[in-house]
């Protein structure tokens, strides 16, 4: 196949995919109508989640900024200049595109995925019959294992999970249910589609995907875990890492440390 003919294939698949979401959407906004309009009521008298889960004040829809602002009136979390790591290994080159038009890394995947037993919530996570749409949100999460890339795979937050094989790569369009963190596929785009404003966690991404997380761990990798946020040290514990719009998220065990690696998400539609 001719590279344009590939690219044309794989435009096709993008779109298609983003249509089939679009419409999931439209089903969920239908279905969770009035559940939205007594969530919105709530927020408006002040019931607003913090990082913890518990109640916050000050409550800002679209989680703030990747500049490290959080939702719920959060503290902005605390960074450090990367000069204070040394020296770092150049970013590998980005992987191939994968149907949400975001890099594949080329490594295997940290982790499988595991699911709470009868779609159970998780750290007051619940696993909702559609996707929720009264706070969405993206981030994008990279691995690095000893300076080896490894993928965040496909489905996690997704139990039952279904396949939709695409040019660009499986995407996973629906499931039995939806945990309010969830990824579709294999880049690393963790979506945050919540019916409560508030700031969720890396942490708690970590424990709907069954895998531990702490300062000397990260799923079944053990070694020093740093972390590096939107270009810079995040100074803390990893779990502490909030998850905010359009996030980029470094988590690195072991050594060679590996300078920042980021995505576009310009044409992504997230």
Known sequence: MSDKSSRESRKRAIEAARKAEARRRRR?????GGGAVVAAAAIAVGVTLGVSGG????????????????????????????STLGTLQAAPAAGPLGPEAVPVPAGTALAGTTVAAGAQPVDGISCSAGEQTLFHI????????????????AAIGIPGGVAQNTASGTFIGSGTCFYWLHTHAADGIVHIESPAVRTFTLGEFFDEWG?????SVAGPAHGHVTVLYNGKVFEGNPRDVP????????????????????????????
Do not use: C, D, M, Y
């Open 28 to 32: 969920t906004r239908l279905a969770i």
């Open 55 to 82: 109640p916050a004040s000050g409550g800002t829809a679209g989680g703030g900024t990747a500049g490290g602002g959080t939702a719920g009136g959060g503290t902005a979390p605390k960074l450090a200049s990367l």
């Open 138 to 153: 993206h981030a994008h999460l990279t691995i690095f294992v000893n300076g080896v890339a490894r993928q965040v795979p």
């Open 211 to 215: 895998q531990p997380l702490g300062s």
């Open 243 to 270: 998850l905010t719009a359009h996030a980029q998220i470094q988590l690195e065990v072991g050594t060679p440390l590996v300078a920042p690696e980021s995505i576009s998400w310009a044409g992504t539609g997230l």
